[in-house]
């Protein structure tokens, strides 16, 4: 059963923009709070951005402060990462994941129990 479904990803030019998009399935995730993380050949699987069940609190990591932006509507089921003035490092496949037990954004990834199938974002130089 496919619960976190990612889509948006793609190649982009440096400097471009991408909207990335998490369908939840709300009978499994109607008070969780979902984490936007990434992962890049050769790298380990790193936080990105996350939101609370809300949509009032979100944390980011340093990396893409100021540059992508997660939000969410819950009449849609859906979470977005909106990812402006794209790096080259920004290239990965990009994971949403969700936490049953918490309604708050947090960056713990050992604590997001479900995870997507991951998209990938490619950003040429």
């Known amino acids: 059963q496919v619960q976190l479904v990612e889509s948006g990803g793609g190649l982009v030019q440096a400097g471009g923009s991408l909207r990335l998009s998490c369908a939840y399935s709300?009978?499994?995730?109607?008070?969780?709070?979902i984490g936007w993380f990434r992962q890049a050949p050769g790298k380990e699987r790193e936080f990105v951005a996350a939101?609370?069940?809300?949509?009032?609190?979100?944390y980011y990591a340093d990396s893409v402060k100021g540059r992508f932006g997660i939000s969410r509507d819950n009449a849609k089921n859906t979470v977005y990462l909106q990812m402006n003035s794209l790096k080259p490092e920004d290239t990965a496949v990009y994971y949403c994941?969700?936490?049953?037990?918490?309604?708050?954004?947090?960056?713990?990834?050992?604590?997001?129990?479900?995870w997507g199938q991951g998209t990938q974002v490619t950003v040429s130089s």
């Open positions: 994941a969700a936490d049953r037990d918490r309604s708050d954004a947090h960056k713990l990834e050992y604590e997001y129990e479900y």
């Open positions: 709300v009978r499994t995730f109607s008070r969780s709070a």
């Open positions: 939101i609370s069940w809300s949509g009032g609190s979100t």
